[in-house]
């Protein structure tokens, strides 16, 4: 069993920055994704950000690219969402995921962090 703990959430202006962080308790050491997804309310939650465990490759939605970064720490199994140059257009309750791609695939999500950034 896996477990995500999120922090980093808050209130920012537009142009600031946020960082969030999502801690994994448990192996996950045979997973092979980590990453964010966010949801505003009335819509869908969108993938923000991908990494590969084995490897490092990363991956963004394009509304992101450029101004979001996505790191680990294999270390504590931690993953961070660096968000610079914030939107209002950004707020949302972003979660975090842990995927494993087997058959069938595993997925484990963290609580949500919100996130609003003012205009």
């Known amino acids: 069993q896996v477990q995500l703990v999120e922090s980093g959430g808050g209130l920012v202006q537009t142009g600031g920055s946020l960082r969030l962080s999502c801690a994994a308790s448990?192996?996950?050491?045979?997973?092979?994704?980590m990453g964010w997804y966010r949801q505003a309310p009335g819509k869908q939650r969108e993938l923000v950000a991908t990494?590969?465990?084995?490897?490092?490759?990363?991956n963004y939605a394009d509304s992101v690219k450029g101004r979001f970064t996505i790191s680990r720490d294999g270390a504590k199994d931690t993953v961070y969402l660096q968000m610079n140059s914030l939107k209002p257009e950004d707020t949302a309750v972003y979660y975090c995921?842990?995927?494993?791609?087997?058959?069938?695939?595993?997925?484990?999500w963290g609580q949500g962090t919100q996130v609003t950034v003012s205009s």
């Open positions: 990494i590969i465990i084995g490897g490092g490759r990363t």
């Open positions: 995921y842990v995927q494993k791609w087997s058959i069938p695939a595993y997925t484990y």
């Open positions: 448990g192996s996950i050491f045979s997973f092979n994704a």
